[in-house]
Nanobody, 114 residues
Framework: VQLVESGGGLVHPGGSLRLSCEAS????????MSWFRQGAGKERELVAR????????TYADAVKGRFTISRDDAKNTVFLQMNNLKPEDTAVYYC????????WGQGTQVTVSS
């Protein structure tokens, strides 16, 4: 299993970014996919989750109404559209899947600063 995130960067408050996580090594369409984040000195926390077959979603309260998780099963990719970014969204963002064990991507840094 391999998860490769991309799309992070530096953005001003109020800006937008779209993260991507390209997956391989498992049947992507069969599994929940999740985005987590970890800020400096903080614990890793769930940001959003999307289920297979129907794509039901769950969001952390801190990002509801601003972030949207989606998936493209044809491309084995999960996305996180982040709008109206705030400084407190600054973190390393990770993609995660649980098959027979937990797998994480390498992470992508998102920095929100003026």
């Amino acid at each position: 299993v391999q998860l490769v995130e991309s799309g992070g960067g530096l953005v001003h408050p109020g800006g937008s970014l779209r993260l991507s996580c390209e997956a391989s090594g498992f049947t992507f369409s069969n599994y929940d996919m999740s985005w987590f984040r970890q800020g400096a000195g903080k614990e890793r926390e769930l940001v959003a989750r999307i289920r297979p077959i129907g794509g039901g979603t769950t969001y952390a309260d801190a990002v509801k109404g601003r972030f949207t998780i989606s998936r493209d099963d044809a491309k084995n990719t999960v996305f996180l559209q982040m709008n109206n970014l705030k400084p407190e969204d600054t973190a390393v963002y990770y993609c995660r899947v649980i098959t027979h064990r937990v797998y994480w991507g390498q992470g992508t840094q998102v920095t929100v600063s003026s």
